[in-house]
Nanobody, 121 residues
Framework: EVQLVESGGGLVQPGGSLRLSCATS????????MSWVRQAPGKGPEWVSA????????FYADSVKGRFTISRDNAKNTLYLQMNSLKHEDTANYYC??????????????RGQGTQVTVSA
């Protein structure tokens, strides 16, 4: 059974940082492209970032480019998202997803429950 479990969310002030983690099991992590998706209340999902299986190709949404960094540790079956210079508009539920196809396909087969990130003073 595929399992994706996010952690690392919380309440942070504007300008602060958080590091999200996604621990995975039930599939060969190093063979799949992965992504981070977020959804704010009342809004549709936003494809935040994606990374290919080897970590050599990366996508960022324009809204997070230069502030967020996606990475993966295939030995630990874990996906990460380092978020710096956080803004109010980054407030959302962030979930990791197992990409369907290539890293930039914006489709997934499985996702986690997510971790809440709230940016507020």
């Amino acid at each position: 059974e595929v399992q994706l479990v996010e952690s690392g969310g919380g309440l942070v002030q504007p300008g602060g940082s958080l590091r999200l983690s996604c621990a995975t099991s039930g599939f060969t992590f190093g063979s799949y492209d992965m992504s981070w998706v977020r959804q704010a209340p009342g809004k549709g999902p936003e494809w935040v970032s994606a990374i290919n299986s080897g970590g050599t190709r990366i996508f960022y949404a324009d809204s997070v480019k230069g502030r967020f960094t996606i990475s993966r540790d295939n030995a630990k079956n874990t996906l990460y998202l380092q978020m710096n210079s956080l803004k109010h508009e980054d407030t959302a539920n962030y979930y990791c997803a197992l990409v369907a196809g290539t890293y930039d396909s914006r489709a997934y087969t499985h996702r986690g429950q997510g971790t809440q990130v709230t940016v507020s003073a």
